[in-house]
């Protein structure tokens, strides 16, 4: 099955600690994003990358670090510079950045900062 | 700044047709409308989207006025599966620029 996977679904973290959320896809796509939603909200962007070893900051990338080692992966590390981490984070990709092609989204993480 | 503009809510009842309403009076000649719904606690998923002539596809036609200032996305036989939040974005297909979502229309289909 091609697709996105976001690991894990839940994740728990204490105050003060880094920590990464996976993003996987094979659909072959070269554009990556992280998108963050709050309750009641709508997505907001944190990072985007267009191509392998390139990225760029989104609205909200304050916080937030990402890489872009291989084209199948685009993992975002929420740091303790992020002030209110907790929130549904969504991992997306697309064949490239146009909006001639759909981006695909993961089922997303759910992170509890406590 | 928003480009489009949705109500907040919306109610429809189930087999019946759900008609939602996307302003975007500011939308330049080379912007597409998109639409795309996000189901509880999952990811968004694209629906459909056009640029001047109504679309229409195997989950819903896009209707986008001659003037394309208004559009609306017909569901044309809601089921409660449809309960979503709907959102219409409006970009330049070929920009190099993500998706830029705004709070939607929450759906709800009742039986």
């Known amino acids: 099955d091609g697709g996105i996977t976001q690991s894990p679904k839940y994740l728990f973290r204490k105050e003060g600690q880094n920590v990464t959320l996976s993003c996987e896809q094979n659909l072959n796509h070269d554009a990556m994003y992280w998108y963050r939603q709050d309750p009641g909200q709508g997505l907001r962007l944190i990072y985007y990358?267009?191509?392998?070893?390139?990225?760029q900051k989104g609205d909200i990338a304050e916080g937030y670090s990402v890489s872009r080692e291989k084209k199948e992966s685009f993992p975002l590390t929420v740091t303790s510079a992020q002030k209110n981490p907790t929130a549904f984070y969504l991992c997306?990709?697309?064949?490239?950045?146009?909006?001639?092609?759909?981006?695909?989204f993961g089922p997303g993480t759910r992170l509890t900062v406590l | 700044d928003a480009k489009t503009t949705q109500p907040p809510s919306m109610d429809c009842a189930e087999g019946r047709a759900a008609n939602l309403p996307c302003n975007h009076s500011t939308i330049s000649g080379n912007e597409y409308v998109y639409w795309y719904r996000q189901i509880h606690s999952q990811g968004p998923q694209y629906i459909i989207h056009g640029l001047k002539n109504n679309e229409t596809n195997e989950m819903a036609s896009l209707i986008i006025t001659e003037d394309r200032k208004s559009s609306t996305l017909i569901l044309p036989h809601a089921t409660l599966r449809d309960t979503a939040v709907y959102y219409c974005?409006?970009?330049?297909?070929?920009?190099?620029?993500?998706?830029?979502f705004g709070k939607g229309t929450r759906l709800s289909v009742i039986a």
């Open positions: 974005i409006v970009r330049v297909a070929s920009a190099d620029t993500p998706l830029v």
């Open positions: 990358s267009q191509i392998v070893n390139d990225f």
């Open positions: 997306a990709s697309s064949i490239d950045l146009s909006g001639f092609n759909e981006q695909f």
